[in-house]
């Protein structure tokens, strides 16, 4: 059915709807309700007179240049903000090497790896992991300790695959630790805690190098405001806590050098003194300055008056022979034995 402008115009509203639609289907110009124009023809001549065949005149030009242009413009846009794909292949690499960092490990350690023990061919998280476990064995003999570079095989806490001690897992290519030490056979995924490997002590260590210094005859790494300022003792990190008997080089707990250059864990330290224990486990010198207590000592020694039944009395001079005294006859006095340390 076509619509003309000579057309009688329908009184039914239903018509006038559908008419309408009509005229919109057919008459470009029906959305403004008008039936006076018609669409125009088409013709070869374009607006360069290059006789272009089916071109339709300058509008059609001008839609085609606006849409190649808006084409144009959104295919740059997606262009200029879509990634590289090398950079899109590293930023999935990375990805992947991050997955599942800080989610696995023990109480010890956050790591994506557990070990294999050569020493009784069992897996564990960690070999402190192992030896707590190993220390429990009811049979004395059983009993053992795990050297961390006996280590040979890892576990993928990820995707479970067993393989070679390596930083990335060779299945699924994650970090099995962001820190990685091949020498120690160590990983770690918590870098805050500054580690760090110590050619010397030839053992990872803790609280960053910087500010760590190796003294060659103690035999360990002592901070730094030790440096110049601790005596010396040789190898004095090799040998167990006097408190609680814990071997203190490969201890993961704070170490305290003391005075007489001495170590015990800072813990059994605290709790010494707690306890009003000033003296050094293994050589009893005084593990602090003492200056203050012996002054308190002497003061109350001379505010504290001899008993009556001692005062008359007369005594002579403590191994020195009579003749060599200008007065032999001295009064009975305190007397108590102070470190000289």
Not at 71 to 85: F, T, V
Not at 232 to 260: A, G, Q, W
């Amino acid at each position: 059915m076509s619509v003309t402008s000579n057309q009688e115009t329908p009184t039914n509203e239903c018509a006038i709807s559908i008419d309408f639609q009509l005229d919109l289907d057919q008459n470009l110009y029906g959305f403004i309700e008008s039936n006076g124009f018609e669409v125009p023809g088409s013709t070869t001549v374009d607006p360069f007179r290059n006789h272009t065949p089916k071109i339709e005149g300058i509008y059609e030009w001008i839609k085609l240049f606006v849409f190649a242009a808006t084409i144009g413009l959104i295919e740059g846009m997606k262009l200029a903000s879509s990634p590289s794909p090398s950079a899109s292949m590293e930023g999935a690499k990375e990805e992947r090497l991050d997955f599942g960092k800080m989610g696995y490990g023990c109480r010890h350690y956050r790591r994506r790896c557990m070990i294999r023990a050569p020493c009784c061919n069992e897996v564990y998280d960690c070999r402190h992991c192992h030896n707590e476990a190993a220390s429990m064995l009811k049979r004395l003999y059983d009993r053992h300790e795990l050297d961390r570079f006996d280590v040979k095989q890892v576990i993928c806490s990820v995707c479970d695959t067993e393989q070679p001690v390596s930083r990335t897992c060779t299945n699924c290519g994650v970090n099995m630790g962001e820190y990685f030490c091949e020498i120690c056979k160590f990983y770690d995924d918590d870098i805050d805690k500054g580690l760090f490997h110590c050619d010397d002590c030839g053992i990872c260590r803790v609280g960053g190098r910087e500010n760590f210094f190796h003294c060659k005859k103690c035999g360990s790494c002592y901070s730094i405001s030790l440096r110049d300022n601790h005596s010396c003792v040789e190898n004095s990190m090799r040998h167990h806590c006097p408190i609680c008997y814990e071997y203190l080089f490969d201890s993961m707990k704070d170490t305290v050098v003391m005075k007489c250059g001495h170590t015990m864990h800072r813990e059994c330290y605290n709790e010494m003194i707690k306890r009003d224990k000033f003296c050094c486990p293994i050589c009893t010198k005084s593990v602090r300055d003492m200056s203050a207590a012996w002054k308190m000592i002497d003061e109350e020694i001379e505010a504290t008056m001899m008993p009556d039944e001692y005062r008359q009395n007369k005594t002579h001079g403590f191994g020195v022979p009579q003749k060599h005294l200008a007065k032999p006859i001295l009064p009975p006095h305190l007397w108590i034995e102070v470190c000289i340390y």
